[in-house]
């Protein structure tokens, strides 16, 4: 089997390899585009010397750290608020479900003490029903105690809905101050 012998690609002459470069350097000048002002500075080649530009870079840098620490000391404040102020938040949620808490204590007790006087008068209305002789005082004995229930049952809302207004309204007093200062520091 023969084989073959590649054939050589025909190159060009090293005069002219060396005039490509040259004039590929020349169509597309390399430029630096700074990021800053500073590095324009920086890194101007032709510009004075490196010696002469460092006492701007020392009032730069100056300048860099007095923003950088009042960015700081802003934060800091702002953070500082902030937590000033979820703390006040936490402790009028506080505030308010232990009020809520003493407060539904203080209407379960007055409807178990309700229901207990109720009890007691439903007691003493079925014995004085019982002791009817006839069908008239019956009636007329079912009547009363129809009527002292409903009666009852009547200035029993009206008193639970009466503590449970004034608990509603004492829970959410912290709440309503929380809400008054957060619009007086928004609008001023």
């Not at 073959?4 to 690609?9: E, H, Q, R, W």
Request: aromatic content about 4%.
């Amino acid at each position: 089997m023969a084989t073959k012998t590649p054939k050589k690609k025909t190159t060009k002459s090293s005069a002219s390899k060396a005039a490509q470069p040259a004039k590929a350097a020349k169509a597309a000048p390399s430029t630096v585009i700074p990021f800053a002002p500073i590095g324009a500075e920086a890194l101007n080649p032709f510009g004075s010397a490196m010696g002469a530009k460092a006492p701007e870079f020392k009032s730069y840098f100056t300048a860099m750290e007095t923003n950088m620490s009042n960015y700081k000391d802003q934060y800091e404040k702002m953070t500082g608020d902030a937590s000033a102020a979820m703390r006040q938040q936490i402790e009028s949620y506080v505030q308010v479900g232990t009020s809520l808490m003493k407060g539904s204590e203080a209407i379960m007790k007055a409807c178990m003490e309700l229901a207990q006087d109720s009890a007691e008068r439903n007691a003493a209305a079925w014995k004085s029903l019982m002791a009817c002789r006839t069908m008239n005082e019956a009636a007329e004995q079912q009547n009363k105690m129809a009527q002292a229930n409903l009666d009852e049952a009547m200035s029993a809302a009206t008193k639970i809905s009466e503590m449970t207004i004034k608990v509603c309204t004492e829970a959410c007093e912290p709440l309503g101050e929380q809400v008054t200062k957060a619009m007086k520091k928004m609008s001023a």
